[in-house]
């Protein structure tokens, strides 16, 4: 269950090395069906990107939100070695919320 005062960065794929989205939520499990029904994002529907393969916790959300821009700042291949560093099969994290 979501402590109050989370924010949570995350990252969504379509598959291993697909398509990826960095995003930014107080309560990840509601984006998460948002974006899944096709309301989350423009991006995330037209490129089918619904796998949480990676996610941050913060305390502020100055602090998440300078780190999606950071992340998204990144090169693709970092992306790529941060999500694989502590999810190396790209596995659905849902079940982690």
């Given at each position: 269950?979501?402590?109050?005062?989370?924010?949570?960065?995350?990252?969504?794929?379509?598959?291993?090395?697909?398509?990826?989205?960095?995003?930014?939520?107080?309560?990840?499990?509601?984006?998460?069906?948002?974006?899944?029904?096709?309301?989350?994002?423009?991006?995330?529907?037209?490129?089918?990107?619904?796998?949480?393969?990676?996610?941050?916790?913060?305390?502020?959300?100055?602090?998440?939100i300078?780190?999606?821009?950071?992340?998204?700042?990144?090169?693709?291949?970092?992306?790529?070695?941060?999500?694989?560093?502590?999810?190396?099969?790209?596995?659905?994290?849902?079940?982690?919320?």
């Amino acid at each position: 269950m979501r402590a109050a005062g989370e924010y949570y960065v995350y990252i969504l794929a379509s598959r291993r090395h697909g398509t990826l989205y960095i995003g930014v939520t107080n309560n990840l499990r509601k984006r998460l069906e948002q974006h899944r029904s096709g309301h989350g994002s423009e991006f995330v529907k037209k490129y089918g990107v619904h796998r949480l393969v990676h996610m941050e916790v913060f305390a502020s959300p100055q602090d998440a939100i300078a780190r999606e821009k950071q992340l998204k700042e990144w090169r693709r291949d970092w992306k790529i070695r941060l999500v694989e560093e502590h999810n190396l099969d790209w596995s659905e994290l849902s079940d982690l919320i």
